[in-house]
C-alpha cells in the first residue's frame, strides 16, 4: 500500500521509475550495434563476444525472483535506490574495462542490479494511481519504455561511430543519476520486513543448474566441446543442481516455485512457448549487427539504423493487440504472431551479399510485429486458469523462462555458426583447385591462387561467402521451428471472456 507522499508525489515518482526502467531496456539493445567494436577492442573472438550479451540476461533472470523478496525485506524504496546506483556504477565500469573477464563481471553486475527495477516500477504505480487511471498511466509508461529497443539501436550506432563504445555504457550516468535524486527525494520510505519464506536451497540449485549450463554453452565452441574436462565439470554441475532443485521442489514445505504452477496445463505450456520465442527469436538481434558490420560492410550507425524497424514493428503490434484480442481471440492472434515470425525468418532466410539494406528492414518489421504479438496473448492464457494467489509467481517464473530462452539461444545461435561457417569453408574450399584454368580465369587478379597474397584474399572471400551460406541455413532452420510451436498452443485452454490482457514490455 502506497503512503499518502507518494500519491501526493506520484508525478516526479512515476518519471524517476521511467527513467530508471528506460535505463534497463535501453541498455539491453545499445550494446548490440557496439559488439563488433567491443569485439577488435577487447581482442575477443565472435563467440566470446556475446558472453557481453548473455551475461547480463542471465544475470537478470537469476536475480528476477530475489529481487522480489529483497524488496519486501529491506523495502521498496532502499531497494530501488541500491539497484539504480549499482546499476549506474556498474555501467561506467563496463565502459572503462580492458579486457573481456572484466566487462563480462561488470555485465553480471548490471544484471543483477537491474533485474528489480521493471517489476518494481510497475508494482509501486500500481500502488500509487487510483484504478481508474492505470490504463492511461501504464500505457504512458509502457509506451515510453519501449522506446528503449526502438532507439536503442541508432542511438548506441552514432555513440560508437562519432564517440566510442564505451559510450554506450557511459550514456546511463545521467539517466541513473536523475532516477536516483527522484526516487531519493520523492518517495516515501517503507519499513520492508514483510518478506515471505525463502527456499534458499532451491534457489542456489537453480543457480547452480542454469550457471553451469549457461557458462557449459558459452565455452563449448572454444573447449572443443565433450572433448574437454572443463565442459565435462559444467555439464555435472549443472546436472546435480538441477536434480537438487526439483528434489527440493518435489519435497519441501516452502518451494522455490509453488508446485501448483506444474499442475495448470495453460501455464506450463505458455511458459515453454515463452521459453522457445526467447531462443528462437530474441537470439536473432544479437547476431544481426555483426552479420552487417563484417559481412556488408555497413558501420555501427548504419547498422543500427537498420535495427529499428524491428521496435516500430513492436511498438505498431503492442498498441493493436488489445483491439485484436478482443475482436478475435487470444489463440488466432497467437497464430499471427507466429506466422509473421516464421515469415520474418524465412525472408532473412534468403539475404546475400550484394543486397541493400531493404531486406533487413522490412524482415525487421515483420519479425518486430510477429514478436509483439506473442505476449499479450500469452500473458491472458497463461494466468487464465492459474489462482489470482500464483499470478506474481507465475509472472516471476515466465519472465525468468524468456530470458533464458533469450541467453541459451544466443549461445546456441554462435556454436551453430560457428560450426557451420566451419563446414561450408571446407565444402567451398575443397572445390577451388589452383591449377584449374577455370579457376584462374573466374576469380579476380587480386586473389590468385599462385601467390600467397592472392591465396589470402581468394581465402578471405570464401570465408565471406561461406559465413553467408551458415547465417541463410540458421535463419532457414529458425523459420522451420517457430512453426513447430504452434502444437504447444493446442494445448492452451482458450478463456470464455478475454479478460484484459496483462501487458508486458519486452525487448528484443
Not at 143 to 162: H, R
Not at 395 to 415: E, F, P
Not at 478 to 504: G, H, K, V, W
Amino acid at each position: 500500500m502506497a503512503s499518502t507522499a507518494d500519491v501526493a508525489n506520484r508525478v516526479p515518482i512515476t518519471a524517476a521509475l521511467m527513467l530508471a526502467t528506460l535505463m534497463n531496456t535501453l541498455d539491453s539493445t545499445i550494446a548490440n550495434v557496439a559488439l563488433p567494436h567491443m569485439q577488435g577492442s577487447l581482442s575477443a573472438s565472435q563467440d566470446q563476444i556475446t558472453w557481453v550479451l548473455t551475461s547480463y540476461i542471465i544475470a537478470t533472470a537469476i536475480m528476477t525472483p530475489l529481487s522480489g523478496w529483497l524488496s519486501l525485506k529491506i523495502g521498496r524504496k532502499p531497494m530501488f535506490l541500491a539497484s539504480i546506483f549499482t546499476f549506474t556504477i556498474a555501467s561506467m565500469a563496463c565502459g572503462a574495462a580492458t579486457s573481456l573477464p572484466e566487462i563480462v563481471l561488470f555485465r553480471l553486475l548490471q544484471g543483477i542490479a537491474g533485474a528489480s527495477l521493471m517489476p518494481l516500477s510497475q508494482t509501486v504505480m500500481l500502488d500509487i494511481f487510483p484504478p481508474r487511471q492505470i490504463p492511461t498511466v501504464m500505457s504512458i509508461w509502457s509506451a515510453a519504455v519501449i522506446m528503449g529497443p526502438i532507439i536503442g539501436p541508432a542511438l548506441g550506432g552514432w555513440l560508437t561511430e562519432n564517440l566510442s563504445w564505451r559510450f554506450v555504457f557511459y550514456i546511463n550516468l545521467p539517466i541513473g543519476v536523475l532516477a536516483f535524486l527522484g526516487i531519493y527525494f520523492y518517495m516515501a520510505r517503507d519499513r520492508g520486513g514483510q518478506q515471505r519464506p525463502f527456499d534458499f536451497l532451491g534457489f542456489g540449485a537453480l543457480v547452480s543448474f542454469i550457471g553451469a549450463f549457461q557458462l557449459m554453452m558459452d565455452r563449448g565452441p572454444s573447449q572443443d566441446w565433450f572433448g574437454s574436462a572443463e565442459i565435462w565439470t559444467e555439464l555435472v554441475v549443472a546436472l546435480i543442481g538441477l536434480y537438487i532443485f526439483i528434489v527440493q521442489t518435489l519435497t519441501a514445505e516452502n518451494p522455490f516455485f509453488h508446485r501448483d504452477l506444474a499442475k495448470d496445463r495453460n501455464f506450463v505450456s505458455c511458459t515453454l512457448f515463452g521459453l522457445f520465442v526467447g531462443a528462437l527469436l530474441f537470439s536473432t538481434t544479437a547476431v544481426l549487427p555483426s552479420f552487417m558490420q563484417n559481412l556488408l560492410g555497413y558501420s555501427a550507425l548504419q547498422s543500427g539504423y537498420a535495427s529499428m524497424p524491428r521496435g516500430l514493428g513492436s511498438l505498431v503490434a503492442f498498441l493493436s493487440v488489445p483491439f485484436l484480442m478482443t475482436y478475435i481471440g487470444a489463440r488466432p492472434v497467437l497464430f499471427i504472431g507466429i506466422g509473421l515470425c516464421a515469415l520474418a525468418l524465412a525472408q532473412m532466410a534468403r539475404f546475400d551479399l550484394s543486397m541493400t539494406s531493404g531486406p533487413i528492414m522490412s524482415s525487421g518489421v515483420i519479425q518486430g510485429l510477429g514478436v509483439g504479438l506473442l505476449f499479450a496473448p500469452l500473458n491472458t492464457l497463461a494466468y487464465v486458469s492459474l489462482a489470482p494467489v500464483h499470478r506474481t509467481e507465475g509472472t516471476i517464473v515466465s519472465t525468468m523462462a524468456r530470458s533464458l530462452g533469450s541467453s541459451l539461444g544466443i549461445s546456441l545461435l554462435q556454436a551453430t555458426l560457428i560450426r557451420n561457417i566451419a563446414v561450408a569453408h571446407a565444402r567451398l574450399a575443397e572445390k577451388i583447385v589452383a591449377a584449374d584454368p577455370v579457376v584462374r580465369s573466374a576469380v579476380s587478379p587480386l586473389m590468385d591462387p599462385t601467390t600467397s597474397a592472392g591465396l589470402q584474399a581468394l581465402n578471405g572471400e570464401v570465408t565471406r561467402q561461406a559465413s553467408m551460406l551458415a547465417y541463410n541455413a540458421i535463419f532457414a532452420w529458425m523459420a522451420l521451428a517457430t512453426l513447430l510451436l504452434i502444437p504447444l498452443t493446442l494445448l492452451m485452454r482458450q478463456p470464455r471472456r478475454i479478460p484484459s490482457p496483462i501487458l508486458e514490455i519486452q525487448h528484443d
